[in-house]
C-alpha cells in the first residue's frame, strides 16, 4: 500500500462525511485493487449488523444492557462487493473525526474476524496520529 491511495482514501472519507455519517464516528473502508480504490463504504448507525450472515457480534467494549451493533464500513463493503475470496485485494480503514483529522481505525475483533475468512492479502488502517498501519492480524 503507498502513501498516495492512502490519501486518496483519507479525501474520499473526508468528502463523504458530511453526506453520509450517521452517528458520532465516521468509518471508511476501501477496497484496492492493483492500486486501485474499487469500492468504498462506510458505517451505518441506522441498519443493524446481521447475524446470520456474518455470525454474532460479540459486545468486544463491555456495554451494559442491550447493545444493537450497527453494520461497520468492513461488513457492509464485502457486502457491496459480492466476492467471496479477496486474496488479491487490500483493505483500508479510515475514521474522520469531528475535526477533520484521520484517527484510529483498527478494525474491531468482530470484523477482524469476518474479514479473515475472507482472506485479504493485507489490511491497513489509520492510527491515533492519521498515520497509515498494516493490522499484523492479516
Not at 67 to 89: A, F, Q, V
Not at 116 to 126: M, Q
Request: with cysteine; hydrophobic share 30%; net charge positive.
Amino acid at each position: 500500500m503507498n502513501q498516495r491511495i492512502f490519501d486518496r482514501v483519507i479525501e474520499a472519507a473526508r468528502a463523504l462525511k458530511p453526506r453520509v455519517q450517521s452517528g458520532k464516528s465516521h468509518h471508511v473502508s476501501a477496497l484496492i485493487y492493483k492500486s486501485k480504490i474499487v469500492c468504498l463504504a462506510t458505517n451505518d448507525y441506522r441498519k443493524m449488523h446481521n447475524e446470520k450472515k456474518f455470525g454474532k457480534y460479540q459486545n468486544w467494549k463491555g456495554f451494559n444492557g442491550e447493545y444493537r451493533p450497527c453494520i461497520h464500513s468492513e461488513i457492509k463493503i464485502i457486502t457491496k462487493w459480492g466476492e467471496e475470496d479477496l486474496s488479491d485485494h487490500e483493505f483500508v480503514n479510515v475514521r474522520i473525526d469531528n475535526k477533520g483529522n484521520p484517527n484510529i481505525a483498527r478494525a474491531c475483533p468482530n470484523c477482524a474476524r469476518v474479514l479473515i475468512g475472507f482472506s485479504p492479502k493485507r489490511v491497513f488502517y489509520s492510527d491515533e496520529n492519521g498515520q497509515l498501519q498494516q493490522d499484523e492480524r492479516f
